[in-house]
């Protein structure tokens, strides 16, 4: 129940960032926004130095204190007469400029003026007015002027509504500006979870081929961190069960020839045993002796196919075996039956075994498959033609049982006793015990050590 409540709120995680991003970049626009809108009338002053692009105010001035000086002021706004004779005096200005003539001094009455055309389009909830309220009457400049006309010194008062002409293109450029930055922030944190996502899937593709070597990148915390970290654990129980199956493929193989290799030396033994028993080179006496030794390889032989499977040990650790307190006079002869047998081969032996009581703790089946191995190494590598000896002896708590032999000077390198010297060695880690190898020139030493029980 607590792993899937705490999977529940991971699912939440990127959605929660997300949401909260996308307030913390509305804010964040919203500020930009509104830092680069109150800054409109620093931007059209900017703009008035090129009156190419806005209108040149100082001209329009100059105009107009030189006309002044021809023209009298109405001294009344009631005065048709003289407004309309007044009226030519504001022709120099555009559309987007007011001109209003008031009295310096005393009261400051208005004597004439010219409303900007523009102003008229500015109707309730039109376009112009909306720019008008939008930058808060920031697109209306004022300056006013002394001139002296024909008639005196007025004060000539000079409304510009030439930053009408930026409100909307300053307004669109604000608003991209803030909502570009908007969806730039968002679109940042997007593309990185999908790079993740991306690069999900190149793992995947890898897996998919057969690439379980390359580790899947970290990713987080979040739903696709999890996913990584999830694919990771796969690919790593991919890899550890496809190798544990080819090394339980290797083992079954392994085993097989280990099994072969060790049925071959008692049925060659039983073979021998055959074979002088009808040519009757022995005496009579004798027969029942080779008779029993007969009948006993054949038991053995019996016993290795039997347990076959459970020599699977010999590869793989969990296996169990039948571990038992074998006498030490059962090993000496195990030694000895292998002893007779090299004699009936031609080989020649020089034994020097000393008396031991007690007993071991081990497998009999398995201990003779290890003396069996030894012995039919020598048999097939041997040189008959020097003496095989035999030592075994009491050393430390230990039974150790050295074997040396010459090896034929014809041996083929493409011989090898390796598979019977790995099956021997991993018998007798069995045991508790431990198998030495030497070979020097045409020399080789073999000795098995395996602890005497207490």
């Known amino acids: 129940m607590i792993k899937k409540m705490k999977t529940s709120v991971k699912r939440w995680k990127i959605r929660t960032k997300l949401s909260i991003l996308m307030l913390a970049a509305a804010i964040a626009s919203l500020s ?51 407004q309309a004779e007044f009226k030519s005096f504001f022709a120099p200005k555009d559309e987007y400029t007011g001109l209003y003539v008031y009295e310096i001094g005393g009261e400051g009455l208005f004597r004439a003026g010219a409303y900007p055309e523009i102003t008229g389009r500015m109707v309730y909830g039109s376009l112009l007015d909306a720019g008008y309220k939008i930058s808060s009457g920031e697109i209306e400049n004022l300056d006013e002027r002394p001139m002296e006309f024909r008639n005196g010194k007025y004060s000539v008062m000079i409304y510009s509504y030439h930053a009408m002409k930026i409100v909307y293109p300053y307004l669109l450029f604000s608003v991209l500006i803030s909502v570009g930055a908007f969806l730039t922030i968002n679109l940042f944190f997007i593309n990185r979870r999908m790079k993740d996502v991306l690069c999900l899937k190149d793992e995947v593709l890898q897996m998919a081929s057969g690439n379980l070597k390359h580790p899947v990148p970290d990713c987080g915390e979040d739903e696709i961190g999890i996913l990584a970290e ?42 021998g045993y055959l074979e002088v028993l009808q040519l009757k080179k022995i005496p009579k006496s004798m027969e029942e002796e080779y008779l029993a030794r007969c009948l006993q390889k054949t038991s053995d032989i019996k016993e290795m196919t039997d347990k076959m499977f459970e020599y699977a040990l010999v590869f793989e650790e969990t296996e169990a075996v039948n571990i038992e307190k074998v006498p030490v006079q059962d090993l000496l002869e195990i030694l000895q039956e292998n002893l007779d047998f090299l004699r009936l081969a031609g080989f020649e032996a020089e034994v020097n075994i000393e008396e031991s009581q007690g007993f071991i703790k081990g497998d009999v089946v398995i201990l003779k498959r290890i003396f069996n191995n030894l ?24 039974l150790k049982t050295t074997l040396i032999n010459t090896v034929k000077k014809e041996l083929n390198e493409t011989d090898s006793n390796r598979i019977g010297l790995k099956s021997v060695e991993k018998m007798v880690e069995i ?16 000795q098995v050590s395996i602890p005497k029980g207490a």
């Open 431 to 446: 045991h508790g015990g431990e198998l030495y190898v030497l070979s020097e020139a045409d020399i080789y030493t073999t």
């Open 375 to 398: 012995f039919s190494n020598i048999l097939k590598y041997g040189d008959k033609k020097n003496p095989v000896r035999l030592t075994f002896k009491t050393e430390k708590q230990q």
């Open 32 to 82: 930009l926004f509104w830092g680069i809108w109150s800054n409109m009338g620093n931007v059209w002053d900017f703009l008035c130095r090129f009156p190419s692009i806005t209108w040149d105010k100082n001209a329009l001035i100059e105009e107009l204190e030189a006309n002044a000086k021809y023209y009298d002021v109405p001294d009344r706004e009631e005065n048709k007469e003289a």
């Open 230 to 271: 999830e694919l990771d654990k796969l690919r790593t129980a991919l890899d550890e069960n496809i190798r544990q199956e080819e090394e339980s493929r290797k083992a079954n193989q392994d085993l097989i020839t280990a099994i072969s290799h060790d049925l071959r030396t008692p049925l060659t033994i039983l073979n």
